[in-house]
């Protein structure tokens, strides 16, 4: 397979996975701040997914429309869902002819549905949630359009290990921004809503429920999307799929390339697989958060450096 | 005939071939059961058909993106519903025509970049060549394989009033459009249920596979699996879906100049699993972009090395470089008397009667009538840089007689020709609209091949000649269709 090839389904299937994460996000937030006692502040959204500094993001973040313009259909946010959407496309087709056809179709009418002037105005005039709704009803037709349309193939693993590197980058960067919340404002700790929106978010609510019978605690919390083998937005769920598909990539043609990042990859496994929270608790969430997040920017590079043929 | 109220309100250009309307006022009998089967149909339901064809077009993103304030605007070719028909007979005629003209554009290439026996026995004048910018000394006495250098050709046709048909240019770098002839044909399909078979329509999917198998056949390497891949200038060109199309179609690998390399004069494409040879080469990219050490060193489109690669005969390239001498406009002039030359035969397909500027008795010729003529330049395309003498202005004739004088060579006239009308369904009506027709002819190992069918390139505005997509075209499903059962 074609090196530029290669770069492109990458990161097709990590757009497309961040404008999942964003939308389950922003929906979660949105209905928040619908019952939220205090004031509701969109601060951390903005910073995991717009990387706006303080000053422009203390201008939206108690202004839940604003935010929602700003992060979906916002033209001049290179993050927004549309920006992100559209650069998917672009990469899509410039890989049309390795795609299935319902695959390109199924991208294109995502596309076509966030540039529709309509759902803007939607945004702005009507329920957020059921135009946020739309566009993840989309992203779950592209899911199940891969499933069962792509060919079992290279090009699909690096899409598979683009979804799962973006998961997990995605899941650290939440956490590391929920905890880090609790240390301006101890009293989150003990907030059951503050858990169970971020649990919602993440689509991990139910299983929480059924996991953890007491209660909402931060550690049980942590546990689950850090740990869990079983929650498919955990960290170590993700890092596990991206070792299973890179395995694939295995080829006599360039054993170099793929013993080094394999080795990366198979060292980042074990060091998530042996901690427990308890070990996390001793070493600083947010210093274990770092360097996992690290790890992963790491196998990033080493796939631009040994199979995209970006030197 | 059957009652129509779309045939009975239908009003056909005075002087001109109407493609369904027949001289004595009726249905021409190929365009019969189509006009039948739209009689059925409500202005309403065509209409809906219409939406539906746009629809379609634009969830399968066959479309091309306009720049505008920063922001990508996507539009589709525009498409009339209503199919253009050729006739078998006439399809027989066309075929040969183009068969025999290429036979011979074939055999100019190959004697104007090897002994040039044309030139010497002056038929065609030496300056007409080497003032032509596509001509290429790169090319001489270049070992093409099987000595074919136009794989893939389209010739554009038009029809005078009496129905006569005239070669208008031939294409024979990198045409495009076929994707439109395959795409139209799929929506047809879809706008129309049943009518296709019953109207006995002869089907152009073979396009690909014959494109596919010529490919093939010009491997340099003897084995099993040659690597064959189409070269884009990737997606920002307007074309791009076509590329995309095709090697779909084929089963090639689509790249770009960036993915390849070449080494000890072969060419490599970069895959995850390091390098690997490319044997043949269908590019879109044009002869200039093609290679930075050679032609124009500012391109980014093209690899580094590539004709040395070619000229050593590792690698194959589709179409060959340096056709556009072949097809420049002031050579064209000099078709018939190439296909009376090399084939000893008179041309079957007609050439429109063409003055070369550079002339000084049939410039002084044009200029005195102006508003009779078309001006193109030799070497322009896509409808830009031309006057139609009839619609333009005294102050636009004289400042383009200021830059005909500038460079004389550069420019041809022609009579106005009038060009065909087919019907166009438009709000609720049929209305004529002026066509061409550009077949696609695919020329392998084993000889010519067109695929039944083409592209119909229809001029919307009313009362305009110019068809290009660039200025207000839109294309047509066309049919070929079986000879009628005696």
Redo the contacts between chains.
């Keep these: 397979?074609?090196?530029?090839v290669?770069a492109s389904f990458y990161w097709l299937s990590r757009y497309i996975e961040r404008s999942d994460g964003m939308l389950r996000m922003l929906k979660i937030n949105y209905a928040s701040s619908q019952d939220a006692v205090q004031e509701f502040t969109w601060e951390p959204v903005i910073r995991i997914f717009a990387g706006l500094d303080d000053e422009e993001s203390t201008k939206l973040e108690n202004d839940s429309r604003a935010v929602l313009k700003y992060m979906v259909t916002g033209?001049t946010n290179g993050n927004s869902v549309l920006s992100i959407i559209t650069l998917a496309r672009?990469n899509a087709?410039?890989v049309?002819?390795h795609i299935s056809?319902d695959l390109?179709?199924c991208l294109?009418?995502y596309y076509?549905t966030i540039k529709d002037p309509k759902l803007e105005r939607a945004l702005q005039r009507e329920d957020p949630i059921g135009v946020l709704d739309i566009l993840i009803k989309q992203v779950m037709l592209y899911y199940g359009t891969v499933e069962i349309t792509m060919e079992r193939g290279?090009g699909r693993s690096f899409m598979n290990i683009g979804k799962y590197l973006e998961r997990a980058i995605q899941s650290v960067d939440i956490l590391d921004t929920k905890f880090g919340s609790i240390d301006d404002n101890p009293d989150l700790l003990t907030d059951t809503t503050y858990w169970k929106h971020l649990l919602l978010s993440l689509g991990g609510y139910e299983l929480y429920l059924k996991t953890y019978r007491e209660g909402f605690e931060a550690e049980n919390v942590l546990e689950q999307v850090a740990l869990n083998n079983d929650f498919p937005r955990s960290v170590i769920y993700s890092v596990n799929n991206i070792q299973r598909y890179f395995e694939r990539?295995k080829?006599e043609?360039?054993m170099d390339d793929f013993r080094d990042l394999s080795f990366q990859i198979g060292r980042l496994q074990s060091r998530i697989k042996y901690s427990s929270v308890k070990s996390i608790r001793e070493e600083g969430l947010h210093t274990f958060l770092t360097q996992i997040r690290g790890e992963l920017y790491g196998i990033g590079n080493k796939l631009n450096e040994h199979?995209f043929?970006h030197s | 005939m059957q009652e129509s109220a779309y045939f009975d309100k239908y009003s056909p250009i005075s002087g001109v071939w109407d493609e369904m309307y027949g001289s004595n006022s009726q249905i021409r009998d190929h365009y019969r059961k189509v006009i039948e089967y739209i009689s059925r149909e409500s202005a309403d339901d065509l209409n809906k058909k219409e939406e539906l064809a746009k629809r379609l077009f634009?969830?399968?993103?066959i479309t091309f993106t306009v720049y505008n304030s920063g922001?990508g605007i996507?539009k589709i070719f525009p498409f009339d519903i209503i199919p253009r028909i050729i006739t078998a007979s006439e399809w027989t005629f066309i075929e040969k025509g183009i068969k025999q003209r290429l036979t011979a554009l074939n055999l100019f290439l190959k004697d104007v970049y090897n002994n040039q026996f044309i030139v010497k026995d002056g038929i065609v004048p030496i300056d007409i060549i080497y003032s032509c910018p596509h001509f290429l000394r790169e090319m001489y006495q270049l070992n093409v394989p099987h000595d074919i250098y136009i794989h893939i050709s389209g010739i554009d046709l038009i029809r005078d009033h009496d129905g006569t048909f005239y070669v208008l240019e031939d294409n024979l770098r990198t045409p495009s459009g076929v994707s439109y002839m395959l795409e139209n044909r799929e929506i047809t399909k879809r706008l129309f249920p049943d009518l296709l078979p019953q109207c006995g329509v002869r089907s152009v999917t073979e396009y690909p596979t014959i494109l596919y198998k010529n490919l093939l056949a010009l491997s340099p390497r003897q084995i099993a699996n040659p690597t064959i891949v189409l070269l884009s200038p990737?997606?920002y060109n307007s074309a791009?879906f076509e590329h995309?199309t095709l090697?779909?179609l084929m089963g090639v690998?689509?790249?770009?100049g960036?993915?390849l390399v070449v080494n000890n004069h072969k060419v490599y494409?970069?895959?995850?699993?390091?390098l690997q040879q490319v044997d043949v080469i269908y590019r879109r990219v044009d002869d200039d972009y093609l290679d930075p050490l050679v032609f124009n060193p500012s391109s980014m489109l093209g690899v580094a090395g590539i004709m040395g690669a070619y000229r050593k005969g590792n690698v194959a390239i589709v179409n060959a470089i340096g056709n556009g001498v072949a097809d420049d406009k002031a050579v064209y002039i000099y078709v018939p008397e190439m296909i009376r030359y090399y084939l000893n035969e008179e041309p079957i397909l007609k050439n429109v009667p063409t003055h070369q500027l550079g002339n000084r008795d049939e410039r002084e010729h044009v200029f005195k009538n102006m508003n009779k003529m078309v001006i193109k330049k030799t070497n322009g395309s896509g409808g830009y840089g031309m006057l139609m003498g009839h619609a333009a202005t005294e102050q636009e004739i004289d400042e383009y007689k200021i830059e005909v004088l500038k460079d004389p060579r550069n420019f041809i006239a022609q009579p106005t020709i009038s060009l065909s009308a087919a019907p166009c369904y438009m709000q609720g009506e049929l209305q004529p609209r002026r066509i061409d027709l550009r077949p696609y002819a695919l020329f392998g190992p084993d000889g010519i091949e067109i695929v039944p069918g083409g592209l119909t390139r229809v001029a919307l505005k009313e009362g305009s000649l110019v068809v290009n997509s660039s200025q207000g075209g839109g294309s047509k499903d066309t049919w070929v269709l079986n000879p009628p059962i005696p």
Aim: hydrophobic share 25%; charged share 35%; no cysteine.
């Design positions: 397979m074609l090196s530029r290669a033209k672009e087709r410039s049309q002819e056809k390109w179709q294109n009418e076509h290279e990539l080829n043609s360039n199979y043929a | 634009m969830s399968q993103g922001e996507e990737g997606i791009y995309t090697a779909r690998e689509l790249v770009e960036r993915d494409m970069k895959t995850t699993t390091g």
